[in-house]
Structure formats: structure tokens, C-alpha cells
T-cell receptor
Framework: DTAVSQTPKYLVTQMGNDKSIKCEQNLGHDTMYWYKQDSKKFLKIMFSYNNKELIINETVPNRFSPKSPDKAHLNLHINSLELGDSAVYFC???????????????FGPGTRLTVL | AQSVAQPEDQVNVAEGNPLTVKCTYSVSGNPYLFWYVQYPNRGLQFLLKYITGDNLVKGSYGFEAEFNKSQTSFHLKKPSALVSDSALYFCAVRGSGYSTLTFGKGTMLLVSP
């Protein structure tokens, strides 16, 4: 009965490769997010989708492309991976429209990406 | 712009003693404040939030937080710390006119036996 799940948990790849991370939530939430946590544990929003529509794109390189096939899924595809992309990527979801500031965001377990 | 400050990188406390993890914020309009905990190699777990109403908010695992509007603070507290409380704690804020949640840099809590 996992609420927000991500696959894979670990991803090790070479520079220049393309990779995808998948996220699914079974909470019935309308909004999903991708966050990046760097080596200093700093968390930064990357994208937000509401009902399959992109709401937030926080100056992320266009090598990163989110895709939401339905409101329960938000995948992250990364092209031409660079060393600086190494981080932990967290998916999250919240109940209502992304404009509802009071909604709690629930996080997945994270995907640790290592680019060699 | 909205921002969160967690002034302590690390807080050390002995088991059984009370603990406080500090957080101050800056935001225009009404703040919505959150605390999350991250255990090693795990995702963030929601602890509690302040939306409106009573300034003392109670959350999971015996944690509580006090909203202080005049001091723009939202400190996390627990009356009696457990070794299992050792983790990284994040404070986050979202203003009513903002589209994103902004996190502090995190405070590592270490509870010694």
C-alpha cells in the first residue's frame, strides 16, 4: 500500500547516456512534483504537474523532460547525463491544485542517480 | 521571495531530554509552514504543518511546533527525545501567493543514549 513509489531506487550510468525515473502515486492526488536533493541535502523543486498539465518548471536544463501519462504517474527523462546531475531525485504528490498552498506534499523514497 | 532559515546544522541532545530544532521564515502574506523528517537513505516524511488557528501544532511521533508570527518562527519541539529521533529535519514554507514550497537546508538531530 505504498503511497508514492519510484523506480529505480538506484541508478548508476555513464556520462552522455539517457535515463528515466518513474513515479506513481496511489493517493488519488491531483498534483505531482519532482525535486532534486544535492550532495549537501539541499532540496529544490524542479517540476510540478497538475492533472497531467505542467504547472512549474524551475529553470531546469531542457535535458530534463517530465512526462505525465495520467494524473497518477509522473516520469522524469534525462538526456545526455552530466556529472552534475548526480543527486537524489524525489517525486512527491499533493491532493489539490498546485495553487493550494496549504496542501501537504507526500514524498517517495527517492532515486539515487550516480553519473560516472 | 520566500525563504527559510534553519540556523543550526546539527543539534545534539541526550535521550529523555527535551529537544528544539529552530526555523525562521520570510514570506509575503500568510505562511503555510511544514516540518519533514528524513531518515538515512529514505524519503521525506511529513511531521506536521501550520495553516491557521492554534499556534501550537501537534504532529506525528510526539513532535509539536509553535508558530510565532511576531518572530516569524516555527520551531520544532519534543518533550522527551528518543535515540530513534536521530535524523535530518527540514522546515518548509509556502506563502499563499507562491506556487512552490521552499525548504530550509536541514538540521541534523543526534540523540545520544
Amino acid at each position: 500500500d505504498t503511497a508514492v513509489s519510484q523506480t529505480p531506487k538506484y541508478l548508476v550510468t555513464q556520462m552522455g547516456n539517457d535515463k528515466s525515473i518513474k513515479c506513481e502515486q496511489n493517493l488519488g492526488h491531483d498534483t505531482m512534483y519532482w525535486y532534486k536533493q544535492d550532495s549537501k541535502k539541499f532540496l529544490k523543486i524542479m517540476f510540478s504537474y497538475n492533472n497531467k498539465e505542467l504547472i512549474i518548471n524551475e529553470t531546469v536544463p531542457n535535458r530534463f523532460s517530465p512526462k505525465s501519462p495520467d494524473k497518477a504517474h509522473l516520469n522524469l527523462h534525462i538526456n545526455s547525463l552530466e556529472l552534475g546531475d548526480s543527486a537524489v531525485y524525489f517525486c512527491a504528490s499533493s491532493q489539490g491544485p498546485s495553487g493550494r498552498a496549504s496542501d501537504t506534499q507526500y514524498f517517495g523514497p527517492g532515486t539515487r542517480l550516480t553519473v560516472l | 521571495a520566500q525563504s527559510v532559515a534553519q540556523p543550526e546544522d546539527q543539534v545534539n541532545v541526550a535521550e529523555g531530554n527535551p529537544l528544539t530544532v529552530k526555523c525562521t521564515y520570510s514570506v509575503s502574506g500568510n505562511p503555510y509552514l511544514f516540518w519533514y523528517v528524513q531518515y538515512p537513505n529514505r524519503g521525506l516524511q511529513f511531521l506536521l504543518k501550520y495553516i491557521t488557528g492554534d499556534n501550537l501544532v501537534k504532529g506525528s511521533y510526539g513532535f509539536e511546533a509553535e508558530f510565532n508570527k511576531s518572530q516569524t518562527s516555527f520551531h520544532l519541539k519534543k518533550p522527551s527525545a528518543l535515540v530513534s529521533d536521530s535524523a535530518l529535519y527540514f522546515c518548509a514554507v509556502r506563502g499563499s501567493g507562491y506556487s512552490t514550497l521552499t525548504f530550509g537546508k536541514g538540521t541534523m538531530l543526534l540523540v545520544s543514549p
